[in-house]
């Protein structure tokens, strides 16, 4: 398993505990789940998630008289009223980790039935994935569409290009598209041709630049503003409305490392250049979304422990500045998870913060079930309305009978399961409790993908009835599990519906569209 950093890398399913993705050995197992029987820790989650547990997040966006950056509480001014974000009327849909994979490149030999076995993305689906959902944009007309990374399968050119023809699709007919790169799409020393001999062979990537004039119609060529430290760039798509396109990706680690890094990061030249353009855009009366890669906040309880990789570095940093400037919504992606959480500033917070608001809106990927996407509707008065759909057939499944819904959550459900599986076996734990286990791990996981998840059955890890090993995956998985299920929140983070709502003016309603779906009313959840 390929790590950087000691970190698990996405390709490899960012869904299993770490300590399954790492090589622990039965005895480090056991000696850890003992100190979790003798109750000084009590589970491997619980070890993650004191080594990184949130602390509440400060103020970034303090300025001294002289405009210079500082952290910190502060808070000595009169808190500000919280108001409406000043929108215009638009709608927009928004898309990520779309992963295109040209199928010229090689679906078929042993280097990709490997790559493939430790990476189930619907990779060979990928282009008619993206085309389906091109037609749903195509009928909706939205004014324009975001797209937040992981744009390829690994930063091939090939691909790259593949995709800009897509995107001229859409542009033709007068939809603006608007992407930002994901830690697949530059400098990655993945890019690869897979030949029916066997072999994989590497072909070109694109570097920073040449992402930049590829995507020079996607945002690049249109952008009011380019941040000379990244590719972070403003863009204003409708009169009154700026997209803040941030770029979280550590490229420039890539070919020393010799792989691309999972985790993100704000370039710290970047940050002043964003307060800059916050600032400007207060001034000038611009109401601004943001997007990223790599989401804000936690979406699930422990989600920063366990998986660091997978939440901004610095999140709160990044969080607290957006927010002290009036961003109240960023689009992110990279878990492939359909998402939304949101933070508020209470009183205790710095001045620029207090009755500030922020919502990571994740969305998920097109190649891992349930292959959604989403479109959003800002109002004058500052309401959002968020619908989110799915692409659940291809008309190369439909021709030969097969729903593509049905195998494509089978193929994520088995990765998921094999992966768990194999380490319990590794651990020793009895076949019996390693497919009770699995299963209900395989349902969490999925249930966090699809989003809007609530538990209905009557446990959600076995606790009785197990070996000892079964127990000790039990006391590690569990917090996990019920972050996954939404029993626990993150800290700092309000969780919310992650399909279908609508977000008052002032962030504090949500009107749950999704319980309306599920009593059966008519609601555009699938396409
Ligand atoms: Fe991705």
């Known amino acids: 398993m390929r790590t950087v950093d000691g970190k698990n890398d996405e390709t490899n399913l960012p869904f299993v505990p770490k300590f399954m993705m790492r090589s622990t050995s039965r005895a480090d197992f056991l000696r850890l789940g003992g100190r979790c029987i003798a109750g000084s820790v009590l589970t491997f989650g619980l070890l993650n998630s004191l080594s990184g547990c949130a602390s509440e997040p400060t103020a970034y966006a303090e300025r001294t008289g002289a405009g210079v950056l500082t952290t910190g509480p502060g808070g000595k001014a009169a808190a500000p009223i919280a108001t409406a974000p000043h929108y215009p009327e638009v709608t927009f849909m928004v898309f990520s980790d779309t992963h295109l994979y040209d199928g010229t490149l090689g679906t078929s030999g042993t280097a990709w039935v490997d790559y493939m076995a430790n990476d189930r993305k619907l990779l060979k689906d990928s282009e008619e994935t993206l085309r389906v959902s091109f037609e749903k944009v195509k009928l909706e007309k939205p004014t324009f569409v975001l797209i937040s990374g992981d744009l390829t399968k690994d930063g091939e050119r090939q691909c790259h290009e593949k995709l800009v023809s897509y995107l001229r699709e859409l542009a033709d007919l007068g939809i603006a598209v608007y992407v930002i790169p994901g830690n697949h799409d530059v400098n990655n020393t993945d890019a ?34 380019r941040d ?12 009154g409305l700026w997209i803040l396109a941030l770029d979280s990706v550590k490229y420039e680690d890539n070919f020393r490392l010799n792989t691309p890094v999972t985790s993100g990061r704000i370039r710290n030249a970047t940050m002043p250049w964003i307060e800059a353009r916050l600032i400007e855009a207060e001034q000038k009366g611009k109401a601004v979304i943001a997007m990223e890669h790599h989401p804000i906040m936690e979406h699930y309880d422990g989600m920063k422990a366990k998986y660091p990789e997978y939440v901004v570095d610095d999140n709160w940093k990044i969080a607290s500045l957006l927010a002290s400037h009036d961003v109240s919504l960023v689009f992110t992606g990279h878990f492939h998870a359909s998402s939304i959480v949101q933070h508020r500033w209470n009183e205790s917070a710095a001045a620029t913060l207090q009755g500030k608001s922020i919502i990571d809106v994740e969305t998920g990927s097109l190649v891992t079930w349930p292959c959604s996407y989403r479109s959003v509707k800002l109002s004058g008065d500052g309401t959002v309305r968020i619908t989110t759909y799915r692409v659940d057939q291809l008309p190369s499944y439909a021709a030969v009978s097969r729903s593509f819904d049905i195998d494509g959550k089978s193929i994520i459900e088995e990765g998921i399961r094999n992966i ?40 959600m890890l076995r606790k009785h009835g197990l070996s000892l090993m079964g127990q000790l995956v039990v006391a590690s998985y ?30 504090r309603l949500a009107i749950f569209l999704s319980s309306v779906l599920a009593m059966g009313k008519d609601f555009p959840l699938v396409v």
Do not use: C
């Not at 694109?206 to 930049?212: G, Q, R, T, Y």
């Not at 599986?421 to 409790?433: C, F, I, W």
């Open 192 to 225: 690869a041709r897979f030949l029916p001999s066997g072999e994989k062979m590497k072909i070109p990537t694109v570097s920073p630049k040449e992402f930049a004039s590829l995507y020079e119609d996607f945002g690049y060529g249109k952008a009011l503003y």
């Open 228 to 239: 000379p430290a990244s590719l972070s760039y403003v863009a204003e798509p409708v009169p």
């Open 420 to 459: 768990a599986t194999s380490a319990m076996k590794n651990l020793g734990v009895p076949e019996e409790d390693r497919n009770i286990l699995s299963s209900q791990i395989v349902d969490a996981m999925m249930a966090h993908y699809a989003g809007d998840a609530h538990f209905t059955g009557s446990e």
């Open 478 to 507: 569990d917090h996990f599990i019920q972050g996954l299920w939404k029993v626990r929140a993150p800290a700092n983070v309000e969780l919310m519906e992650d399909n279908n709502l609508v977000i008052a003016p002032d962030g």
